[in-house]
């Protein structure tokens, strides 16, 4: 068995929204035992992004341009701006706004996504899983990436969703994703 086989997040934490419209913001915060420059790097680096993240981009996000994203699952890349890029402390593009505060000898890592309110307990749950295999990478434990179809077919995934739904006052989305294709 192995430690990917073995994984099972903890419980529905660290998690908040901001209501506006049909849009909500979610905020999750995680403490990471990594340095904000060690971080940074796995925010910002294409080949760090593909061992955690839930999408893939064409060149690094280090630095303010625009990078062509693709988000699991999805068809096409999105042209995205990387709009702030202050290493190591805070980086914005599209949706998504990350801010890194050293904690002693670690992190404070804040997220803040942008995402319909329709599937904001769907993203919680992804962001979550995607934290921890980020925080066993960075331990130079990796796990493979969990995230898109391949993450919401994993038992705890549902958990997590239903957790933060109750979390968050809101219903899980009736809409079903599409199982995971084989390779």
Partial sequence: ????????????????????????????VRELRHSPEKVWQALTEPAHLREWAPFDLDGGLGKVGTVK????????????????????????YGDIRWELEALGRGTRLTLWHSIDRRFISWGAAGWHICFDVLDRFLAGEPIGRMAGAAATHLDSWRRLTAEYA?????????WAPKPAQES
């Fill in 1 to 28: 068995m192995t430690d990917r086989d073995q994984y099972t997040p903890g419980p529905a934490s660290g998690a908040q929204v901001r209501k506006d419209g049909e849009k909500w913001t979610l905020i999750l």
């Fill in 69 to 92: 994203l693709t988000w699991m699952g999805a068809p096409t890349p999105l042209e995205t701006r990387v709009t702030r890029a202050e290493a190591p402390k805070s980086l914005e």
């Fill in 166 to 174: 109750k979390q968050f006052g809101v219903e899980t989305s009736s």
